[in-house]
């Protein structure tokens, strides 16, 4: 069926079309969003139609288009907003100082940081190089418009497996192929902006080969006093857009995120990933950065998610104004865009600027000593209305209010009851502990991740602490957080980690959700720091499916308490729906980026081994906890118990542990997660490039469990020798002596029997190669 | 002359951006740098922002990917400055004052015909060239350093021949290399010359290609200097390791946290030769 008839062009010298969506019966209603590429529900559609009734004219397709941006799941969160309201949002914290684009928190008595991470997942499928570019230079823009320079970029990957043959469903894309093209995208916008890529990680599973992730994160620093608005000020304002011309790309970039991926995705939907241009953004965030510092701007609003059509309503609305804005007035990459399609475009590189009119003239000249365009293409006026002229002729009014009060729904959740230890399926292992360990340590989720980190510039602003790798050079082994040091003149630190565990949460959504908090916590406190803020990215499947928001409810609560538990902040968030291919949803995947604070970045503790002689501890209890963990997933074990949280042991263990860091009792200190003590030990012996001696007697379990468990709130401790006793005293919780560091091999006993025993040089050969083995 | 009178233009365009430390770098030392867009220099801008290269002491070039690097690395940002600075530059470099380029400065600085220059200040085409990593790959690494120099070059009068220093790399195009049938020709000159500054070593201090050379240049060289020792340029970042702090191994080694970082040298030697000469 056809819906041109519903479609009538204005008598203008113009592409521009009014919509008769009174005459539409359901089906055209269905039809029109389908082939206006809007992805509005029937409902949706009826709304849309009650409002223009109301309003007694029939809407152009600039408002209508607009109308489909604004109400997508990307932009308006209807399907999780009821859940985020009932754990998230009402997360208090004293220390937040906006929760604009970018959460903000305080870093000092001056100055605060941002935080904020984000999806860029539909995109990257399609176009991997491009979407991962863009994907950072859209959370980049975030942190930007909140005033604040960006010092940092983290960036958690997920993808089908590289390390066997995978079936490919029709239209996607091999895991190689999109981990090489996204970490190039990565490398070459990151390291052309000079923004550090200091933190991430990158996962494997075939539930990512149709639906591979690729959350992107970013962090600032700003002074309190420069800390923006995403909003306007008042009537007058004016407002400047800046930075990149707007194209055809990216056109439903959000109504496209907001859909499961087809087999006809990417001849559909290509034109839906922007185009990046870091050479654009590097000067765009210096020029930026100055006219806010120098005082000339009221507010700033990155373009990201429908383009012009949001930033504009979200900025006026949010300063209690309307606007009037001359579409034409927009500077095109090509001749003969549509109205509706500049309005909508998602083109990148592009920053809304509200400021006075007498001070828009030296805006303009500080943009051209930089060579980006700006051009006032706007104004604030009194009222709650946006209206839009193209070539004199008004093509779109409507009321804030409608436009932006999208949808919310609270769709039916199906509680999924966790795995237990009854339904426990041990996987068949191999007869000697050691031919574990080595699989374990080069299974591509373990391995090192230098084949992409030697790629990225980790250390360009000069300020990186501790790096992503640590220990002897050549020989490192992985860091558990990175510390940057974002102030010329303090000492102060922020420490950035990761926590996320996919397996967990799909075996036990609510322990998943916890997990992800209590990782991204032991990452921060085993490099010296304090806990502070979260920010996090959802990734879920299709919500309009019962068990699916079952599983993200959950999880959303588990990450939510132990946020309150712990009193960590939670300013930003994301949540990502829909991926979902013809293969199944993705594993609920909780990307949890957590900021701690440093008092002092020269205190900071790495995880290589230093010195022979020094006792070596186990922080935190053990238990035969196997269900998704390195072990099952590498072996073939199926279910069993997922890892708790005990959010009191957690918040002890980790004062003793830093009580004992500032007393200078520990050496190094590396957390236990994936592969359990077995693997955390070996890769301490690698960046250390010295042995270990160690004993299980002392941890009252079988061999399997001590080494491999992968139960939360737990670290392996270098002690300084001189210090043992102290440290015993501080540690106020459950720690297990367990050897001492030397020799040239990780030799395991219990009692008088040999558990395992490995060449530090055979652990470093097989934990370091396969990532450059399998990606060249 | 006292530090704070010395006047650094850290000169950048679009894709600079390796400004903040190095402005950084010079100011902890007492000195006075300022940040400068080179359309700065051109008088492209309000008048109040214009800025004359002869009002300064010392030319930095910072790391970055200027203008996207995407014809050959520094080529864009070395085409402009030839086209309209030439006169200006090739006076600074002759009344002997310091030109530093690092990363991309460097490339910057062979584009511009600056180095190795090895007639007059600055040769009409580049003589050399920093090519593609052997890897292939863009590499952020750690490197050793030995310093080479037999007192030539005014930027490392204050580290002793010999000496080690860990100094990072990031950049995918540092190999240096010349024209294959000149190459034993042009090494050799660059030895007599007393032009090598800077070579990658291993920890042992041995030549020892990669991944301690990360880029397989030519000779293991990392950095070098004209023949008259007032213009150098290295791919590794001394400006990252003013402090030890910021050195990749601070938390397993003795030396002391709070003492300077190996990079330092480098900027003290400029400003004291600067202080010297005044």
Known sequence: MTVDHLLIKRNVPFELYDVDIFSASDAELRDLSKDLGLNLSLDEMKRVREHFKNVGRIPSDVEIQSLAQAWSEHCCYKSSKAILREHVFNIQNDEVLSKGDAGVMVFDDEHGYALRVESHNHPSAIEPYGGAATGIGGIVRDVLCMGAQPIGLIDPLFFGPIDKQVDLPNGMKTPKYLVSGVVSGIRDYGNRIGIPTIAGGIWFDDSYIGNCLVNVGCIGIVKRKDLVNNAVKGPGDMFILVGGRTGRDGIHGVTFASAELKENSEEESRGAVQLGDPITKEPLIHACLEVNSAGLIHGMKDLGGGGLSCVVGEMALSGGCGAEVDLDKVPLKEEGLAPWEIWVSESQERMMLAAPKKIVKRILELFDLWDVNATVIGTVVPGNEVKLRFKGETIFQLDLEFLTKGPEYCRPAKAKSPQTKKGEDFPKLPGDFDKILLKLLSDPNIASKEWAIKQYDHEVRGNTIIKPMTGKINKRGPSDATVVKPLPDSFRGLAVAVGVNPWFTALDAYRGGATSIDEACRNIVAVGGRPHAITNCLNFGNPEKPERLGELRDAIAGMAEACKALNLAAPSGNVSLYNEASTGACLPTVTVVGLGIVDDIRECITTDLKEEGDPIYVVGTTKPQFGGSALFRVFGGKGGEVPDVDLEALRRSMECLRGAMKGRMVRSCHDISDGGLAVAMAEMCIGGDVGAELDLSVLPLPNLVSLFSESNTRWVVEVDRAKEKEFVEAMDVPIFKIGKVGGKKLKVMNEDAVVLEQMVSDLRERWSKPLWELLG | ?278
């Open chain 2, 1 to 278: 002359m006292r530090s704070e009178e010395i006047k650094v233009c850290v000169l950048r365009i679009e894709g600079t951006n390796c400004e903040d430390e190095m402005y950084q770098a010079f100011r902890e030392l007492g000195a006075s740098p300022e940040k400068v867009h080179l359309k700065q220099l051109l008088g492209k801008c309000p008048a109040d922002m214009k800025r004359e290269l002869d009002d300064y002491n010392i030319l930095a070039l910072p790391g970055g990917f200027s203008a996207g690097d995407y014809v050959r690395a520094g080529a864009i940002f070395a085409a402009r400055i030839k086209s309209e600075l030439s006169k200006d530059i090739r006076s600074f470099v002759e009344s002997e004052r310091p030109v530093l380029g690092v990363c991309n400065g460097f490339q910057i600085l062979v584009e511009l015909g600056l180095l190795p220059a090895f007639e007059g200040t600055m040769s009409e085409h580049p003589e050399a060239a920093l090519y593609t990593n052997i890897s292939g790959r863009f590499e952020c690494t750690p490197t050793i350093l030995k310093h080479e120099s037999r007192g030539k070059c005014i930027f490392t009068k204050r580290i002793e021949k010999g000496r080690m220093m860990l100094v990072p790399c990031a950049h995918a195009e540092g190999k240096l290399m010349f024209a294959k049938e000149k190459e034993e020709k042009l090494l050799a000159k660059l030895e007599e010359n007393d032009q090598i500054v800077f070579r990658y070593v291993d920890e042992d201090g041995e030549y020892a290609g990669y991944p301690w050379c990360p880029n397989g240049s030519l000779s293991n060289i990392a950095g070098i200097c004209n023949p008259a020792g007032n213009v150098m340029g290295m791919m590794p970042h001394p400006e990252r390791v003013v402090h030890r702090y910021t050195h990749p191994d601070f938390t397993r080694t003795a030396a002391d946290v709070n003492g300077a970082g190996d990079g330092k040298a480098i900027f003290e030697s400029v400003i004291e030769s600067v202080k010297r000469k005044a």
